[in-house]
């Protein structure tokens, strides 16, 4: 989180070691660094959702993930919403009324 004064609300801001993501203007922070167009409560939501999946975070990004550096970051991000549905989705069968 950065947080400013007289700034509202506070910028999230994700790193990821592995992406090299271009800077931004006025960056505060090391290249690796990305920020979220989330609030924190957006934030901490997204994180329920994607369960803590490695790359989640850049869904939220105004970033390229075609760009070379995040071919693992794209994997990830597909092996995810292919095992989602099956790991969370709950089918609803109708039960059988007896008359």
């Known amino acids: 989180m950065r947080v400013q004064p007289d700034a509202c609300p506070v910028e999230i801001?994700?790193?990821?070691?592995h992406a090299d993501t271009e800077p931004y203007p006025s960056h505060p922070y090391p290249v690796t660094y990305t920020k979220l167009d989330l609030t924190y409560g957006e934030y901490m939501d997204a994180l329920l959702t994607t369960r803590g999946a490695r790359g989640g975070e850049f869904l939220?990004?105004?970033?390229e993930l075609g760009r070379p550096g995040f071919h693992d970051i794209v994997t990830n991000l597909r092996n995810m919403?292919?095992?989602?549905?099956?790991?969370?989705l709950v089918a609803i069968t109708p039960r059988s009324r007896s008359v």
Not at 13 to 17: G, K, Q, T
Not at 60 to 63: G, L, P, S, T
Not at 81 to 88: I, R, S, T
């Open 13 to 17: 801001w994700f790193d990821d070691p």
């Open 60 to 63: 939220f990004a105004d970033i």
């Open 81 to 88: 919403l292919e095992v989602f549905p099956d790991c969370f």
